[in-house]
């Protein structure tokens, strides 16, 4: 392997000065010490802002967005201007980040079908905690859930993203604000300031979709600038009560990305699939305790492996062996400038394209794959003119440097062929296509539009347009009749249109088109299968999903069984996958069922109101029918004011619900109230979800009530339609 690189650190008077005096103190040993300061037992911040592209920051010279939180902490510290991703995709990037190796080492090269061994490959976290640090880590992402892996060796980890994320919608759910995430970090970092910490903060924000909350969709609109603009808010007001604390100025902090966004770029509108300098091109900040030589800016390339390196020198702690990462801030690297290595093996895994590898230095990023390409990215930093031919002799030194890398490989499908379903999360299209042993694999820049064809189709599918996507998956899915990402999310769509039988022979042609990935459409497909009432093959599916989403899997095992009428097992599937905060308030809605149907009402409301109130307090909405369910239960008790408010809840939280507004109806029959209020909850209903299930949906409802002239009239209405 390629050895590490020279830092580029441009030396201030101080520590320059530190330098003098630290060769005095060598003497005749002919070996200088380092050139920086240490700091014993600071507190240490590690800030992540998922997805932020360096070159869209006022730090690094762009003008198109205003950042006040992150200009002031790096008016405070060191900034690397040429900081790269070794992997443009959000697990492997920050195991990385978290543990000084690249992806070939620590064993995950993409965000989903992988797991990550905690005891193989230690951590920053495994590391400081050893020497007494109390460790700390908050996270916006499913991607980065605890189940990964990457929660080894932390004293806290709070991952509760949750939310109803099934195949039926939303995948939005799949995130949290930062706000929310940074409160429960600083909640964690109160409790230990006293003693060493170490804390993780994953902000989310700047990954798509682009949803930023006011102000700053009024002056960005909904646009990845405004995402920046709506994270930089969070790091500012998370920084400030630092400073409150009296923890900012002793502490050691870092701010870095994982990876960057294509923006169209290079046809990619997202992240994953190329290696552009768009997609790798990181901020990376570090301030120092008391702001030691803040301001100054490092020139040479640098990686994110090179952060535990750093954090470990900086505190006098010896670093994990072997590392390929160095100090940012040692002056004891090798003289010969070394590239940074980046790779992507998510087309090879998720289309069965070819994977790309590159190595970028202080002036050219070689691109290796099916077409090499050659980029002078000094004189052209967008990549827009391949050099390839015309410096032939810096294409080829490159690649001998890039060959150093090792090109091993493991496929998840193959390693595991029983491996659950990777949701999909947020732009990531979540199956994995097995490479084709023998044949010459597709340039992903070649193919490029047939993801982003997908990712629009499945962007119909987000705003609720799921006749729409189908028509255009049909179409992909002809043109491109071996692409498992099309005909996983045609099953899906086909499932959210109550399609089932539909559904379940998509997903079992995704399984034809790969066996060897029976296994990763597990969840969704018994989830089919539990509509159709198939309960043994539902069964089958929940338990093959286990290893992968073990509280996604015990919450369909509690479904399964409460179908089944036993509810003591329903009871214990459902609290097993209460542990798990992504399935916690539906599996909280399962267990309040299994105490209706034993007639233990008082002990369903008190589940139901506690699963809601966590998921308040952590900025969740509720399980899609708790609220419906709460109400159900409070009516049971006689409480109709009470059910009437659950229920509004429920369709503030869940609009274009159905079932919520004809729960409502009846309540509000119940209380002897006029039938025109209840037509007009009705009307509004239909108005939400004009579908044909709903238009039948008011007619039953009215017949329910009483109101047999208006149900044949609204029945009469449904057969027109």
Request: aromatic residues 6%.
């Amino acid at each position: 392997m390629p050895a590490s690189r020279p830092s580029g650190v441009t030396l201030t008077a101080g520590m320059r000065a530190l330098l003098l005096i630290s060769l005095a103190l060598a003497g005749g040993c002919g070996r200088a010490g380092p050139a920086f300061e240490r700091f014993p037992g600071a507190p240490v911040i590690l800030i992540s802002v998922d997805t932020l592209r360096a070159d869209h920051l006022p730090a690094y010279g762009y003008t198109k967005v205003e950042t006040p939180g992150i200009d002031a902490l790096q008016r405070d510290s060191i900034l690397f201007e040429n900081a790269y991703s070794h992997c443009p995709l959000t697990l492997p990037s920050h195991l990385s980040m978290l543990t000084g190796l690249l992806p070939a080492e620590h064993g995950v090269r993409t965000n989903l079908g992988y797991h990550f061994d905690g005891e193989a490959h230690p951590t920053l976290a495994r590391l400081l905690r050893a020497h007494g640090y109390a460790t700390g880590a908050a996270v916006s992402a499913y991607v980065l859930r605890g189940a990964t892996g990457i929660n080894a060796s932390w004293d806290f980890f709070d991952d509760a993203v949750g939310g109803d994320v099934e195949w039926t919608r939303d995948l939005s759910l799949l995130q949290r604000r930062g706000g929310d995430t940074a409160r429960q970090a600083l909640a964690w970092a109160e409790r230990v300031k006293t003693r060493p910490f170490f804390l993780f903060l994953h902000i989310y924000e700047p990954h798509f979709p682009y949803e930023p909350p006011e102000p700053f969709r009024s002056r960005y609109g909904a646009t990845y600038d405004g995402e920046i603009a709506a994270s930089d808010s969070v790091v500012g007001e998370f920084l400030g009560q630092l400073r409150r604390e009296g923890v900012y100025d002793r502490a050691i902090i870092v701010l870095v990305s994982d990876h960057g966004e294509g923006l169209g770029e290079h046809g990619e509108q997202e992240h994953g699939i190329l290696l552009y300098r768009e997609a790798l091109h990181v901020p990376l900040l570090l301030k120092l305790p008391g702001s030691r030589d803040a301001g100054t800016r490092v020139t040479e390339p640098v990686g994110l492996i090179d952060i535990v390196p750093t954090l470990t020198a900086l505190l006098e702690l010896k670093a994990p062996e072997p590392l390929k990462g160095a100090s940012l801030l040692d002056r004891d690297r090798p003289a010969s400038a070394r590239g940074i290595y980046s790779e992507t093996y998510y087309p090879r895994i998720h289309f069965g394209w070819s994977q790309l590898r590159s190595l970028v230095g202080a002036r050219h990023h070689y691109v290796d794959g099916p077409k090499p390409e050659l980029y002078d990215v000094v004189r052209d930093p967008r990549e827009t003119a391949n050099t390839f031919v015309a410096d032939a002799s810096v294409a080829r030194s490159m690649k001998k440097e890039l060959d150093g890398y090792s090109p091993a490989f493991s496929d998840p499908g193959r390693a595991a062929p029983d491996v659950a379903e990777n949701l999909k999360s947020l732009g990531y299209l979540s199956q994995t296509a097995p490479a084709r042993d023998g044949e010459s694999l597709a340039n992903p820049r070649d193919r490029i539009h047939v993801h982003e064809e997908l990712r629009a189709a499945y962007q119909l599918g987000r705003l609720g347009k799921d006749e729409e996507e189908l028509r255009s998956l049909r179409s992909l899915l002809e043109a491109n009749p071996d692409c498992l990402e099309a005909q996983r999310e045609l099953a899906g769509t086909l499932a959210r249109l109550h399609r089932y039988r539909e559904a379940a022979a998509a997903y079992k042609q995704a399984i034809r088109l790969s066996p060897g990935l029976a296994g990763s459409v597990a969840l969704p497909l018994g989830l089919v299968e539990l509509e159709m009432g198939e309960l043994a093959e539902a069964d089958s599916r929940a338990r093959a999903a286990l290893p992968e989403d073990p509280g996604r899997a015990h919450e369909l095992l509690a479904r399964v069984a409460l179908a089944r009428g036993d509810l003591g097992v329903t009871e214990r599937e459902a609290r097993l996958a209460m542990t798990d905060a992504a399935a916690e308030s539906e599996a909280a809605t399962i267990l309040a069922q299994v105490h209706v149907r034993r007639s233990e009402l008082s002990q369903a409301l008190a589940v139901l109101e506690k699963a809601r109130a966590r998921a308040i307090e952590q900025k969740r909405a509720p399980a899609a029918g708790l609220d419906d369910l709460r109400a159900d239960v409070l009516a049971r008790l006689g409480r109709f004011a009470e059910a009437e408010a659950a229920l509004h809840e429920q369709i503030r939280w869940f609009p274009g619900r159905a079932q919520s507004y004809a729960s409502l109806a009846v309540v509000v029959a119940l209380q002897g109230r006029s039938r025109g209020e209840v037509h007009e909850i009705l009307d509004s209903m239909v108005k939400a979800n004009p579908a044909r299930e709903t238009i039948l949906l008011r007619a039953k409802t009215l017949d329910f009530i009483g109101d047999e002239q208006a149900a044949r009239r609204r029945g009469t209405e449904r057969g027109a339609q």
